[in-house]
């Protein structure tokens, strides 16, 4: 039997083509026992790491196979198809110069070669020309057999004619047309079977995914689809059989595969030379920048183990050869740092005592117990990886200076690949099965959560479909396979990679989405898989803010610090963070990361570092959370599965919560080698691709089982590494995030002007709305002042406030001692929708002394009308003694056309003079406050519930401050609930979270004017009240109260959407003392009472009677709808 | 033959046929046009040095020579159909009974289309039987708005007598619809060869490869044996119309033409006809 | 919104997930625009029973001009009953409301509980119109928005108030419509109606269900119309008979005449034939009478001159406006054609005059579909059944409905057949082209199917058929069959 090798095998990175990975491909390739398998994407390289990989992992040298790096070229002039493998490594880069070229001529996603192309680097390719002409634009004629003269004229002896025989129209003429083509150019004949699955059985999928790429359904794709199933990795003896008629062909397939040398272990990676500064060697330089950090960390001198630290730390870096890689690091660090951008390094080396000298990091390694060792290990092989995050705003200058350092020629964002999860699985084949929108909607919805894998039959039933109806079960069996499947190739927010020589003869190049970004074909796995150097250069909100806060207290209060020199572990911030008063605070917002606050009480900065990697998929899943929380609340005595793993677990209370202690534990208790271990977080993290996990699972749990530990332990180690795999966090991750919690506590808690500014000025981030931050800095003291045309400016800004009293709400009366801000924060022009900057800057440039009327303003800064009613919108005039609704009317009345010209000065001034008075009615306060939602999201004036306090009184409805006084005793852990006292508070819905391991529990938070509220919802009581939980945006909960360690919560019986009452919102003319009432609460300690704007006061005449369902619809749409999470 | 004789009998057929309208009752309103069979560009085709092209307003009568040349007819039959449609516009009206679709099967739009025939301006009627069939032809062949009309005879061949042919030449000079019928095989006989049908063809199936070749070749394009079956008045004054000559031509699919297969070895086609009379005696 | 929907806890604006979210077993249907205009003009088509002066109200309502005709139904409030009942009875959600100027009527079936609007010279209705809000004046989203932002919320807030200021900022329109509502002037944007100068009716107390009682009743209508005409000295061109059946559904029957024409038997003729024609093509009901018809309405949609000078003129211009069914290149012989098929159809029946409408799909037998030739009212693409040029057809010219079994010697497991016999004939085959494999559409579930391997064959004496085989050899099948399923030229 003849040797076969398939060269013409395309993979999934084929996108919307290929129905098989690269892995399978070789795997199928190995076991048909071929001699190899050519791996060619379309005009793509992205799929021939993983086939590397794989085979590598597989030893697959060992029985005489081997992955050839290819790909087919498909042009955009009527050339046909062209399989083309490099010889050696300068024809790879060849290669991937080739495609970089049509990558970068076609948009994001798409590569435009012509002839010529191939023409210029051609040198060292083996070509094989296919009969197929798949490019979008011309279809092949005579002129494409014309060209095959031509391409055999590029590449002498080394180009093929490939045949294919997949059982078509024109099998047999087909193939003596090739083999007298080939004749008469004096080409050898190669077989292929131009394979786009490894088996028949993948043909419905491929089906599938020729429906979604044409955008069409399966009943009406037709001849669109493949006619069979035969373009599939056959058996040597098969592929015999077919080219019965031309056996030379097969034979061919062995001396195409001889004549080619590369393989990808040729990409030796070459860090960049400039690094090296003017030091004989990078380890040199790395040496000097380390000391020369160090002496400006400790100036009064290097403590002794730290000096010890950064030479042992130094020593290992030698013997791995890192040195290049942190001066990478360094570079950009230092360059962000000359900038004022603030920034700082997280990864597994990043928490080093040489990056904290380098000042990648600030985590003082002399406070926090974290080894090196720990992060970087000899037995891996993988360079060390350290993601720097920057301030989100500034991060492009980083960028660029990336770009500019290195040139775009070495330097390129890495790709990330877009996989398939099971929700847009399911979409794409319920769409390609021709099911409704809305079924499809349904049915993507079963899938909640970031891991579920597939769609579940009770699910299914729930949404009212028979799973075991046929097609249903064909389409959900094909989502099944699909999950995984890459979908298209993304750029990693911030991965770049750097080369010594040029990037494109690499990896080929592409275009991104953004303009001036080009990205690299592989993503961060395949560069670690072949050592190629890539660094993280993140955009990180919370830097931002801190950057901003910083600014504001080195303008405001005279202090000039940075995240090294903040003062560390002051006990006020614990206590704050332990009362859970953390909105806004970095990571640890949330709503179950503050409902864990009380019970973890954390007094260090290791307990941040746990807080922040505990409430994650790994540890939630492997049932870690409430084992450690008892434990640490000394409810459970701390004990170690064994002792062999203490050494392991000692830090975390014998509870293993980041997943380098996952890692530990499979190599400790379970017998697998350090790099098993590492395969096994990367099977992870591709999960289901390859269907190794269960080898996995086996190997850990009985391997665990074997040496002593507890099945269900082993088990819930395992869960928790899948769990990991999707969303990994470890320890040294953790540290660098619990830095910045800290942070942004601290300056929380000393400066909450300060901090409540910058948050907003850093917006969009975070878990809050404006809103809600506002509230909170209200309640920690700090005024909040309206936004206006005399004093605001773009951003938000502090005013001095000249109050003597701190005014605290009372459930942060203990801070009182520690609240050191003395500020108000007027609130920016940024805060009102539909202006732009550039405008706003303009108005505060000629403000001078600044605006008396309407029309001064339009005239001195010529701004157009529609942005002076976006200002009057957003009651903007009251300094100049206007509200809103006269404001408005003054702008409406204001020539519209926009010509100056046509409007001399005293002409249109006459005219307003002479205009009639109008006689408005004085907008209701509950309408001004509707209003401020509307155009600011935000209202300083009141709270919307207030208006309806006298309503929910009668109701029986409680504030929800009054929750924490119902007199409940002391609750035991797990009290039954009927002893709870039972409570109906309502609010906004601002939050509705459901996380996907939860077990279906949903978390409501909702607001109202003394504050918030949470509850818990089963699901029994979701399901019964689904349509209020979710559609509701004013709703009523009913429930027991729940009070655990200081955490309260409804759980929650019953709900009323209150909705409805918002439409009297607007209509709320007699209301002011419901104003007046909930400034009351709202501010109880006041000693100098605001009084209520006079323009509130004007009562408003009795308006007509309310076409109340349209006002509360309108009010409805203008309320914030609560946003869910999951 | 030289050019200047073919094109002095191109005059007289023409003459003749003006003649012959100019004698018919009245009823004769189209203009008839001349039709070549063959490419213009190329060579004479034979068959219009013969026959100086195909007029339109006429009846032509095709039959197989054998009962398994039925399918060779019909590609024949609406060879000569292409041919009409492709020089004027108007549906190409097939009639069919059911029987005949049943037994012999019905046309097939996607083969149509690569025999060269526009599947979009096929009109097919299927009839229950006989009866209607040759209602419906005449119905057809008297309709203006043909470019051609064929039909499958095969059930209504006892019902076509020779009113019904007559009624059918006269419908189709007066409409100028040319009209194709398919016969049975060996359906030329007794007083049929004296209807008023302008031409009979019989044809049988050639190989389209050469005979032995190895290894097996693929099957080509079309070629047929077409003999001229039209004994009587006309063919007499016809120059050269032997009766006995059986022609092997080929039909170009791709550009709508007939031409002469001189390429192919005749004395296996030639035997294969006389294996053909053997079967259909 | 309808009241389940609102039970539900629905609100118009509301996304799909979260309406979704909040009534999981929400059967959504994507707002079919089209449909729904195409809905509201068959209401509006309907609502000409009443009147002739009816017109569709874009984009949720249709307006009525009813003076004159009132007396007809029993007064106004009759009549708003009538229309409401009678369209509940069709399923449809209908608000009617009367009044004395269309922008009246307009505001008050959106904005008010008032059905029949008192008379514009009265106090009352400026009452009434005060109250309503000032989205009913027709205005934008916008307009309505920053008016409410003024505090001018409803008509009355405007009404009271001096219109320079309020008309400089929102625009003079306000109060053109406010006074178009009130009567003090026309509207510059009532609804425009267009009802053809010629038109005849008959009301029927029950519906009229019997094809000869239509005819007659057309037949008399004509008569009607043709003296109209006669005084007119003119000839219709066009004609439509609009016949109303009771259940609300509304059948047109156009006819054109190549003439002008008011001969009242020709024109009844005319619809006697199309009435026919109806029956034809439609097998069943052919003019789907259901209940009945209770009005009767002929009216000449095209009129022309009727003198005899002109005549000449007259029949040139015909016939190059013709159009036809059958969309052929050619204008005239297209209605030959058309005249054919619909005499062929009418005896033979109209599934038995088909044309051949390309289906995409692999399966030889479901690639064509044969529609009846009277429903294809354009010429198929062209360039259908595409097919890749330069080989000899793959697709035989005439196919079996049945592939007809066959014996084949074949090796195993997807060799050319190279004898079979069939009809009791055998052929030697001598050349061949294949396999050509077509999978079954797993998609499908037909239970049976099997793959097919498809072989073009020539025998020795030229014969070419298209055999296929039934059934992968060893996967499928341990025995696979062979069957001839088509011919070639």
Same mark, same amino acid.
């Given at each position: ?27 199928? /390739? ?237 990409? /030796? ?162 769409? /390609? ?201 000394? *409810? ?421 959407? *209150? ?39 004007? *009562? ?27 | ?119 979009? &301006? ?35 061949? &006892? ?40 031409? &009979? ?81 | ?45 309907? !609502? ?13 309502? +249709? ?16 009549? +708003? ?30 904005? !008010? ?5 008192? =008379? ?44 320079? =200021? ?25 609804? $425009? ?7 005849? @009716? ?27 005409? @006669? ?8 004609? !439509? ?24 038997? +020709? ?151 190279? $004898? ?20 079954? @559409? ?27 085989? @039934? ?19």
């Amino acid at each position: 039997m003849s040797a076969y090798a398939e060269l013409a095998a395309t993979s999934n990175f084929t996108f919307l083509r290929g129905a098989s990975h690269p892995e399978e491909m070789v795997a199928q /390739a190995m076991a048909l026992g071929h001699t190899g398998v050519g791996i060619a994407d379309r005009n793509s390289l992205a799929g021939v790491v993983r086939a590397h990989v794989y085979a590598r992992e597989n030893d697959a040298a060992a029985h005489g196979f081997r992955v050839l790096t290819g790909t087919r070229l498909v042009f955009s002039d009527g050339t046909p198809d062209i399989l083309a493998y490099p010889k050696d490594r300068p024809a790879y880069g060849r290669l991937s110069r080739l495609l970089t070229r049509g990558n970068l001529r076609a948009e994001k996603g798409h590569c435009r070669l012509m002839f010529e192309d191939l023409a210029e680097h051609a040198e060292g390719l083996q070509l094989a020309i296919l009969a197929t002409c798949s490019g979008e634009a011309v279809a092949p004629g005579p002129e494409a057999s014309g060209r095959i003269g031509a391409i055999a004229a590029l590449a002498p002896g080394r180009v093929w004619l490939a045949a294919c025989m997949t059982y078509g129209r024109r099998m047999r003429r087909g193939l003596m047309e090739r083999r007298d083509l080939a004749q008469a150019h004096g080409l050898p004949l190669l077989a292929t079977n131009d394979a786009h699955m490894h088996t028949a059985a993948r043909r419905p999928l491929a089906d599938v995914l020729t429906c979604v790429r044409e955008g069409v359904t399966i009943d009406t794709a037709g001849t669109r689809l493949a006619a069979n199933a035969e373009r599939h990795l056959k058996s040597a003896r098969e592929m015999a059989r077919i080219f019965r008629e031309a056996p030379e062909a097969i034979a061919q397939t062995q001396r195409f595969m001889a004549g080619i040398s590369f393989s990808l272990d040729q990409l /030796a990676y070459e860090y960049p030379e400039e690094l090296r500064g003017g030091f004989s060697s990078e380890q040199e330089a790395l040496e000097h920048f380390a000391w020369e950090g160090a002496a400006f960390r400790y100036p009064d001198g290097v403590p002794d183990n730290i000096c010890a630290a950064i030479r042992h730390e130094l020593r290992l870096v030698a013997q791995m050869k890192y040195a290049a890689y942190f001066l990478t690091v360094h570079d950009i660090v230092r360059f962000a740092r000359g900038r004022g951008i603030l920034c700082q390094g997280r990864g597994s080396a990043a928490n080093s005592t040489v990056c904290f000298c380098l000042g990648v990091t600030e985590v003082d390694p002399t406070k926090h117990d974290l080894l090196f060792e720990r992060f970087i290990s000899p037995e891996r092989k993988e360079p060390p990886d350290i993601d720097v995050d920057f301030e989100h705003e500034r991060r492009e200058e980083v960028m660029q200076y990336i770009y500019a350092r290195y040139g775009r020629l070495r330097a390129g964002l890495t790709a990330t690949v877009i996989s398939y999860r099971a929700r847009s699985a399911i979409r794409d084949v319920g769409k /390609a099965f021709g099911f409704s929108e809305d079924s499809v909607a349904a049915l993507s919805g079963t899938v909640w959560g970031w891991w579920s894998g597939a769609v579940d039959d009770s699910e299914i039933r729930r949404i009212g479909f028979d799973p075991d109806e046929p097609r249903l079960k064909q389409a959900v069996a094909i989502a099944d396979e699909l999950t995984g499947f890459p979908r298209h190739l993304s750029q990693h927010t911030g991965g770049f990679v750097i080369t010594r020589e040029r990037l494109d003869e690499v990896v080929p190049i592409a275009n991104a989405a953004m303009a001036e970004r080009t990205t690299v074909e592989w993503d961060k796995d395949d560069l670690d898989a072949l050592g190629i150097l890539k660094i993280d250069v993140l955009a990180l909100g919370m830097l931002s803010c801190l950057r901003k806060g910083f600014d504001l207290l080195r303008a405001h209060y005279g202090l000039d610090l940075t995240l090294a020199t903040l003062p560390s572990e002051e006990r006020c911030v614990y206590e704050m963070i332990s009362r859970a008063d953390t909105i806004g605070v970095f990571q640890i917002e949330s709503r179950a990361q503050m409902s864990m606050l009380p019970r973890l009480k954390p007094a260090k900065f290791y307990d941040l570092v746990i807080e922040v990697a505990i409430v994650r998929p790994g540890p939630i899943q492997g049932d870690m959370v409430h084992p450690y929380l008892r434990r640490r609340q000394g *409810l459970e005595p701390v004990s170690y599965p064994s002792a062999e793993l203490e050494g392991v677990l000692g830090k975390t209370l014998g509870v293993p919560l980041f997943q380098e202690q996952a890692m530990k534990i499979a190599i400790v208790a379970a017998g697998f080698t350090p790099s098993e271990a590492d395969k096994l977080r990367r099977a992870m993290a591709t999960f289901k691709k390859v269907g190794t996990i269960g080898t996995f699972r086996t190997k850990m749990v009985e391997g665990m089982a074997a040496r002593g530990y507890e099945r269900d332990f082993a088990e819930a180690c395992f869960r928790q590494i899948e769990g990991f795999g999707t969303y990994g966090f470890p320890e040294s991750h953790a540290a660098s995030f619990a830095l910045l919690v800290y942070a942004s506590a601290w300056m929380k808690c000393r400066y909450p002007d300060v901090f409540a500014c910058a948050l907003m000025n850093a917006q969009p981030m975070g878990f809050y709305a404006p809103a809600q931050i506002v509230r909170d800095a209200r309640e920690h003291g700090v005024e909040a002042r309206e936004v206006d045309v005399n004093h605001s400016t773009w951003d938000n800004l502090l005013e001095p406030d000249d109050r003597d009293t701190l005014v605290l709400h009372p459930r942060h009366e203990p801070m009182r001692a520690h609240v050191l801000s003395c500020h108000a924060v007027r609130i920016g022009f940024r805060q009102i929708k539909g202006v732009r900057e550039a405008d706003m800057q303009r108005l505060v440039a000629l403000r001078g002394r600044g605006y008396d009327s309407v029309r001064d303003l339009w005239l001195r800064t010529g701004l157009s009308p529609s942005v002076l009613e976006a200002l009057a919108e957003a009651d903007a005039f009251r300094s100049i003694g206007l509200d809103r609704r006269d404001a408005l009317w003054a702008v409406r009345g204001l020539n519209r056309s926009g010509d100056k010209d046509d409007l001399p000065l005293f002409r249109s001034a006459e005219l307003g003079e002479q205009e009639p008075e109008a006689l408005l009615t004085p907008m209701p306060p509950g309408e001004h406050v509707v209003e401020d939602y509307r155009h600011l999201s935000l209202s300083l004036k009141a709270h919307p519930v207030s208006f309806l306090r006298a309503r929910l009184d009668m109701k029986r409805i409680l504030r929800t401050a009054d929750l924490d006084r119902v007199p409940t005793q002391k609750v035991q852990v797990r009290a039954p609930s009927w002893t709870l006292p039972r409570v109906s508070v309502a609010g906004l819905v601002l939050v509705r979270q459901r996380p996907g391991s939860a077990k279906g529990v949903l978390f409501m938070t909702i607001e109202d004017e003394t504050g918030v509220a949470n509850a818990i919802v089963w699901p029994k009581v979701f399901e019964a009240q689904r349509a209020v939980v979710i559609g509701a945006r004013f709703v009523a909960v009913t429930g027991r109260l729940q009070n655990e360690a200081g955490v309260i919560h409804v759980v929650a019986e019953h709900f009323e959407d *209150l909705t409805p009452m918002l439409g009297l919102l607007s209509l709320q003319g007699g209301a002011v003392s419901a104003l007046a009432r909930a400034d009351e609460v709202k501010r109880p300690q006041e000693r100098t009472k605001k009084p209520v704007p006079e323009i509130m006061l004007r *009562l408003a005449k009795a308006e007509p009677a309310p076409e109340a369902a349209h006002q509360a619809e309108e009010v409805r749409r203008v309320m914030p709808r609560g946003r869910n999470f999951q | 033959m030289s050019g200047r004789d073919s094109s002095e009998r191109v005059r007289f057929l023409r003459q003749a046929i003006a003649d012959i309208e100019q004698s018919g009752q009245g009823a004769c309103s189209a203009r008839v046009r001349h039709v070549p069979m063959g490419s213009p560009e190329q060579a004479g085709f034979s068959f219009d040095r013969a026959l100086g092209g195909l007029a339109t307003g006429a009846l032509y009568e095709v039959a197989p020579s054998r009962m398994s040349d039925l399918a060779a007819a019909g590609g024949f039959a609406l060879g000569l159909a292409a041919r009409f449609a492709a020089s004027a516009p108007g549906a190409i009206l097939w009639v069919s009974d059911e029987f005949s679709a049943h037994e012999n099967g019905s046309p097939y739009a996607p083969g149509l289309a690569r025999h060269g025939l526009d599947p979009a &301006r096929v009109v097919f009627v299927r009839t229950a039987g006989g009866q209607d069939l040759l209602w419906a032809l005449e119905e057809a062949a008297r309709c203006k708005g043909n470019a051609a009309v064929v039909a499958d005879l095969w059930g209504a061949a &006892r019902l076509f007598d020779l009113v019904a042919a007559r009624r059918i030449t006269q419908a189709a000079r007066a409409s100028g619809a040319p009209t194709i019928l398919i016969h049975p095989p060996a359906s030329f006989r007794g007083a049929m060869a004296q209807n008023g049908a302008r031409m &009979r063809f019989e044809v049988t199936s050639r190989p389209s490869v050469l005979p032995s070749q190895a290894p097996r070749p693929v099957p080509g394009a079309a070629h047929w044996g077409v003999r001229f079956a039209k004994p009587g008045v006309e063919a007499g004054r016809l120059r050269g119309l032997d009766t006995e000559l059986v022609r092997t031509i080929i039909w170009e699919h791709e550009n709508g033409f007939f031409r002469d297969a001189l390429s192919l070895a005749l004395p296996a086609a030639s035997g294969a006809r006389t294996a053909a009379q053997a079967n259909s005696a | 919104m309808d009241g389940t929907a609102r039970r539900l806890g629905l609100a118009p604006g509301l996304s799909l997930s979260d309406a979704r979210a909040v009534a999981p077993d929400l059967d959504a249907v994507e707002h079919d625009s089209a449909a729904f205009e195409r809905r509201l003009a068959g209401v509006a088509d309907w !609502c000409r029973r009443f009147t002739p002066l009816a017109a569709l109200d874009a984009p949720d309502g +249709a307006m009525l001009d009813i003076t004159g005709v009132t007396h007809l139904f029993g007064g106004e409030a009759a009549l +708003a009953r009538e229309i409401e009942q009678r369209l509940a009875r069709q399923g449809v959600t209908g608000v009617c409301a009367i009044a004395s100027t269309p922008e009246a009527a307009f505001a008050f079936a959106r904005f !008010c509980t008032t059905r029949l609007a008192p =008379p514009s010279e009265e106090k009352s209705l400026l009452r009434l119109v005060s109250r309503l809000p000032v989205a009913a004046l027709r205005l934008d989203a916008g307009t309505v928005a920053a008016l409410g932002r003024a505090g001018l919320k409803q008509i009355g807030d405007i009404h009271m108030r001096p219109r320079a =200021p309020i008309a400089a900022r929102f625009g003079a329109r306000i109060f053109d419509t406010l006074d178009a509502m009130l009567g003090l002037s026309r509207s510059p944007i009532s609804p $425009r109606f267009e009802s053809p100068a010629y038109i005849v @009716e008959r009301r029927f107390a029950e519906g009229v269900g019997a094809r000869e009682q239509i005819e007659t009743t057309i037949g008399a209508l004509a008569q009607d119309l043709c003296g109209m005409l @006669e005084r007119h000295g003119e000839g219709a061109r066009r004609l !439509c008979a609009s016949l109303f059946r009771v259940d609300g559904a509304v059948r047109h029957i156009h006819a054109g005449t190549s003439r002008p024409t008011r001969d009242p038997r +020709a024109l009844a003729r005319l619809f006697r034939e199309r009435l026919e024609a109806a029956g034809k093509t439609r097998d069943e009901d052919p003019l789907d009478i259901g209940y009945g018809f209770d009005v009767i309405r002929l009216a000449a949609t095209e009129v022309e001159n009727l003198d005899p000078s002109q005549a000449v003129l007259t029949q040139r211009r015909t016939a190059t406006a013709a159009q036809s069914d059958l969309d052929f290149s050619n204008g005239e012989r297209a209605e030959h054609l058309a005249d054919l098929v619909d005499r062929l159809g009418a005896r033979l029946g109209t599934r038995r005059v088909l044309r051949f409408v390309e289906q995409d799909t692999h399966l030889p037998e479901h690639a064509v579909m044969a529609v009846p030739a009277a429903e294809i009212r354009t010429r198929a693409t062209k360039g259908a059944f595409a097919f890749e040029a330069g080989d000899a057809p793959d697709r035989p010219i005439r196919l079996f409905e049945r592939p007809e079994p066959v014996e084949a010697i074949a090796s195993v497991p997807d060799g050319p057949p190279l $004898r079979f016999r069939w009809r009791r004939l055998t052929h030697e085959v001598a050349a061949i082209e294949g396999p050509e494999r077509i999978a079954p @559409e797993w998609w499908r579930h037909e239970a049976s199917a099997l793959t097919r391997d498809y072989f073009r064959v020539e025998d020795v004496d030229g014969h070419r058929f298209w055999l296929f085989r @039934e059934g992968l050899y060893g996967t499928e099948t341990a025995r696979p069959r062979w069957f001839v399923h088509g011919l070639f030229a």
